[in-house]
């Protein structure tokens, strides 16, 4: 459990900062409330009508987790230069999906990742792992976020971070509930805004207050790394925070920005977020609107990490400081207690945005995927809502029980989810998309080497210790490893094994809109 925050940042209730975030929760429920559904494809994919542009700001806000919004910062103040890969990988994922899946998945026009997979392998047993497997990324990616969330109430409100974690958990929970993926995607198009604003601002004022170019500190930093790296005369002095690899080996480096380049490519509350638009040509835009309103916040966040440091002279950096640096640079810098309330409520509006997507992916894996389609396709439409429902406030119940022991940081609980999806629902979903010859075995038998493979992973670099595992494929960066051998495992299986038939073949003609 996390005892304690920061000594400069746990002094109690702050008045500023609590009805800052007080009124944005009360905004996201009456968000909720307002879009409340009561059809499946309502509750499921917003009816298919959101546009490339607020679809590409759902899409921000919903990736732009707590991972981003604090992890991130201080994952790049705690380790300079070798952290930059999430950078990187969050952002060239991407780039890679929407010229790989992005426009497929729109044409296939299904509600979920595993009713893709499960119709191009035509298999129960493809469509059972998939869903446990979307479950597990889900409930990973989402002890993070509750995580984040957290240590923000706690913070604000000088509550205990285990009833903090629970009220943040029920609020997202219950309008998730509620409205399904239309209020989802309502609130992540308010939630952008009221995240990326409080990132950006208060960043001015820290620059200034550090004595570096406050118009454009994204630039102005960049005086404070020359500082470092070359002045000894410095209090921050630091040659170390801008070498290269200093803090890590070029392998990790690259296996951390692999794995969250193809972990994108895998996250099924991304894929689902390609059923909601009109056509391909809108899920095509709603990637570049989506980069667009990513990069705003990561050309940031290595300002806020560089920034604290300077801030804080010649403190050492602590990982105790590094998932609230955000806001602990807003604190040095001695920002009125409001201002600072700022950034808490763009922290609790990104924690939010990505928790409610993936609450609804993880939900959609149980009831619509499972419940439906394999055991009880003939559920009623009016069934089908209630049990969605239900299992959304199981799901986040349970995920808030485990987010009060969180394994490790925010940033790297993420890169677990991000090394599952790579090594599971990535190969199974590009290869099946991309040659028609790979068969509903090879799926099968993919999904399965993935999965264990991510255990044993996850096990030798958190608890065993084993040191091979560690440098080689560690939890979070592990798919420069895994995917490869999952893809030659169903590459083989699929070589051995009868091609798929005329109807897989016109299926895959539909996603690439040959027959259109």
Known sequence: MIDSLPVELATG?????????????????VVGITSRVG???????????IGPVPNGMALASNWISVASFLGM?????????????FVIGWTGGYAVFLVLLAAQIQRFGKYTAVDLIGDRYDSATVWVLGALVTIVIAFVYSVAQYQGIGLIIAWIFGLDYAISTLVGAAIVTGYVILSGMLGVIRNQVVQYLLLIIPFLVPLFFIANRAGYLPLVPQLGYGQALGEMAHDAGRAWYDPTFT??????????????????????????????????????RDARWSVVWGLLFISALYWAAPAYA?????????????????????????????????????????????????????????????????FFRVLRPSAKPRQRIQIARLTTGVLGLAIMVSALQPPALIA?????????????????????VWWGRVTRQAATAGLVTGLALWVFTSWGDWYGHVEWVRHWAPAGA????????????????????????EEVQALLRRLHGIDA
């Open 13 to 29: 209730f702050k008045l500023g900062p609590a009805i800052i975030v007080g009124l944005s929760l009360v905004l996201f429920v």
């Open 39 to 49: 059809s499946e494809e309502g509750f499921w994919v917003a009816d298919r009508g």
């Open 73 to 85: 910062a201080g994952m790049i103040y705690l380790h300079g230069f070798s952290s930059l890969s």
């Open 243 to 280: 070498a290269p690899f200093a803090g890590g080996s070029a392998y990790t480096f690259i296996a951390v920005a692999f794995t969250l380049m193809m972990g994108t490519l895998g996250l099924p509350h991304v894929i689902n977020r390609f059923y909601t638009v009109r056509n391909e």
């Open 306 to 370: 560089v920034l604290a440091r300077v801030l804080q002279g010649g403190a050492q950096p602590t990982a105790e400081h590094a998932d609230l640096v955000t806001i602990t640079a807003g604190h040095l810098a001695q920002l009125p207690a409001w201002f600072v309330g700022l950034i808490g409520a763009g922290a609790i509006a990104a924690g939010f945005s990505t928790t409610a997507g993936l609450l609804s992916s993880g939900a959609a894996a149980i009831s619509h995927d499972l």
């Open 412 to 432: 790297e609980v993420v890169g677990s989810a991000f090394s599952l999806a790579a090594a599971t629902l990535c190969p199974v979903l590009v290869l099946g």
């Open 478 to 501: 592990s798919a420069l490893v895994t995917l490869p051998v999952v893809i030659a495992v169903m590459v083989v299986v699929t070589l051995l094994t009868r091609a798929p038939g």
